[in-house]
């Protein structure tokens, strides 16, 4: 068993990563965690748990919190013992196999103490790979997030800006782009990361787009903190004016120089410093590098070495070389046969380079897959993994030249490279033709609504079909994110929600997401809210992205007008299971040209096939294809 603090608050249970739900035995755990092997005060428990304005029975609450934690325990085989009841308050013991935290630190510390800047780098970046997302996000405690969160902040951010400072030092400017974006957009108020991606860029020759961010954070000084750049940024603006040639990036060596890395002491009564909270990014990016010459600027996928599979999410790589726009999930489940065995299928002794293309209907969970196949088998492509959207933010198809050209690389793979590539959403067999690998010990995994048979054809590969979960995938992966006591407490009504989300994974994820942010609500209530207007409701306000609507919406505007028509004719006039012929009228087209549409339609995801030769149209898709998306109501927060 393992704790997992760096992220929601998680216990892991072998490959299973279970998402505690929030509640105070939650946030008992968290204040317990974060101050591990150290007395923890009642006092600081009370306010953690309570805040400032404390019941009168809130002691003996402490004492049930305890034992309700201790039985959250008990489901995972963890010693009652593992909390100790000390004079003064409690204590939790750990190390570094079981809290993510002291590895954490450990990693820093092993880190410090190298000569080699290449061995610094890599236990940095494992450090880097533990988070797993905001901090404490399932933690609804004021105090732990006012106070304990910027000061774990700032320990990432000192790794963080260590990673790129030896990066830039051992002239890999262009790799470590990626992640200065995102460090830089995630944390606007911290100079040394805007610093750094300036200097990046003037090293990579571009100027312009150096000058165009120093002009971005000075805005943001100004407007926001009304103060002007520091000293180090004004030079390097002076510098990128008069066009100078910079000298060495500092260098990558731990000397006294450079930032010492090793974690502040704990405090031994569980008192906190004061601190503003600074808001996390909701990944850390920490690129493994492609060497010269190869697909440049390709987002990588972090590989902390540590059990179980379930690891860090990967970056998406941004348009036009900008900030990563991160999308992952806090822990992947089911699918397990099938992922491995697509494993095993990239890892096989060839001669030529594997190609696996997973296909199915929007929102099914096509990209999540292919992450989780690329961290199993990461260790097989040791010059790295990396992933490219065939997309532009507004849903354009990429083509294959600006995939390449907007991370300033070149498609390809070169000779004797080992590196597994993901190309997401993408459209056609010509799109992705001109970026697959061509060495023999590479491999590309490519997601796509589309079974790219023509693809298939010239290049070879195999293609597997994704499916929404079957019932039990659909409880584990509830489980895993609003907690498993929330589900047995209504087994039946989590059932009901898998159900009516049609056991799509996006739509599990966004009532789970719905879930997690009211904890009082009933999963019967969300089931029942959610069957009265299942379309419409399946989507978050605050994400765009996390939309079932838009998703299909977006599905739809890349059919031709005449398949367009077609998919919302049969959406009103079909059985659960139809045919060609079934649907001749209702297209008023000849039973070949029905043939033909229906089988565009199976391959852009909107039909599942059923052998011999019918078809099926999913539930949450048929409501679309009816326009039947209505008007929002309320959610029920009782």
């Not at 926001?224 to 030079?235: C, F, S, Y």
């Not at 731990?254 to 704990?266: E, H, I, M, V």
């Not at 920490?286 to 690891?311: D, E, K, M, N």
């Not at 036009?320 to 489940?333: H, K, R």
Request: aromatic letters at 4%; one cysteine or more; hydrophobic letters at 40%.
């Amino acid at each position: 068993m393992r704790f997992q603090l760096l992220g929601p608050l998680s216990i892991t249970d072998g490959d299973e990563i279970v998402v505690l739900q929030p509640s105070k035995p939650t946030i008992l755990l968290a204040a317990l965690l974060i101050n591990p092997n150290t007395v923890v005060s009642t006092g600081f428990l009370l306010r953690a748990v309570w805040g400032e304005e404390q019941p009168a029975t809130a002691k003996a609450a402490l004492h049930t919190c305890v034992l309700r934690l201790r039985r959250i325990f008990a489901k995972y085989g963890i010693a009652d013992n593992a909390i100790e009841a000390v004079p003064g308050g409690y204590r939790i013991p750990a190390d570094v196999a079981t809290l993510d935290l002291l590895r954490f630190r450990a990693l820093l510390s092993q880190a410090a103490a190298e000569p080699d800047p290449e061995a610094e780098l890599s236990a940095l970046k494992q450090a880097l790979a533990l988070w797993q997302g905001p901090l404490l996000a399932n933690v609804p405690s004021d105090a732990l997030h006012r106070d304990e969160v910027p000061r774990l902040t700032e320990e990432r951010l000192r790794a963080t800006e260590r990673v790129c400072d030896i990066q830039l030092s051992l002239g890999r400017s262009r790799e470590v782009l990626v992640e200065l974006w995102g460090a830089a957009r995630s944390h606007p108020g911290h100079e040394r990361f805007w610093a750094q991606l300036i200097e990046a860029l003037y090293r990579t020759g571009r100027q312009a787009e150096a000058l165009a961010e120093y002009r971005r954070v000075k805005g943001y000084l100004l407007d926001e903190l009304g103060v002007e750049p520091g000293p180090a940024l004004r030079r390097l603006e002076l510098a990128i004016l008069r066009g100078d040639q910079l000298g060495p990036a500092p260098a990558a060596v731990t000397d006294s120089r450079a930032p010492q890395l090793g974690p502040p002491s704990p405090p031994a009564t569980g008192q906190l410093a004061q601190q503003q909270p600074s808001a996390l990014p909701a990944a850390q990016l920490t690129p493994a590098a492609l060497p010269p010459g190869t697909a440049a600027g390709l987002s990588p996928i972090t590989a902390p070495a540590r059990p179980p599979q379930a690891r860090n999410a990967t970056a998406e790589l941004a348009p036009g070389a900008g900030p990563p726009d991160f999308l992952g999930p806090p822990g992947f489940t089911g699918r397990t046969a099938e992922s491995l065995s697509i494993a095993a299928r990239l890892t096989a002794d060839q001669t030529g380079p594997r190609t696996v293309v997973l296909s199915g209907a929007p929102g099914v969970g096509k990209t999540a897959l292919a992450r989780h196949i690329a961290r199993l088998v990461q260790e097989d492509f040791p010059d790295g993994v990396a992933l490219v959207s065939m997309n532009d933010r507004d849903g354009t198809p990429r083509t294959a030249a600006d995939a390449a050209a907007a991370v300033g690389g070149v498609p390809g793979i070169g000779p004797g490279r080992r590196v597994l590539l993901i190309l997401d959403d993408v459209t056609t067999a010509d799109q992705a033709r001109p970026l697959l690998p061509t060495s023999p010990g590479s491999a590309a995994v490519i997601t796509s609504r589309r079974g790219l048979a023509g693809l298939l054809a010239t290049h070879g590969g195999w293609t597997h079909r994704v499916q929404p979960f079957a019932e039990e995938g659909s409880r584990r992966l509830l489980s895993a994110v609003i907690g498993v006591e929330r589900t047995e407490r209504e087994p039946d009504a989590a059932r009901e929600l898998a159900r009516a989300c049609g056991h799509f994974p996006l739509a599990l994820r966004i009532v789970a997401a719905r879930l997690l942010t009211r904890p009082t609500l009933r999963i019967a209530d969300c089931a029942d809210w959610l069957r009265r207007d299942p379309l419409a409701r399946l989507a978050l306000a605050d994400d765009p992205r996390m939309s079932v609507p838009d998703v299909l919406r977006g599905a739809l505007t890349r059919l031709e007008p005449r398949d367009a028509e077609a998919f919302m004719r049969l959406g009103h006039s079909t059985g659960d299971r139809f045919g060609a012929a079934d649907c001749v009228d209702a297209l008023d087209v000849p039973l070949a040209a029905a043939e033909d549409t229906l089988e565009r339609l199976a391959d852009e995801g909107l039909l599942e096939e059923e052998p011999p030769d019918g078809y099926r149209m999913h539930d949450l898709i048929r409501l679309f294809a009816r326009g039947g998306a209505g008007l929002r109501e309320p959610v029920p927060t009782h």
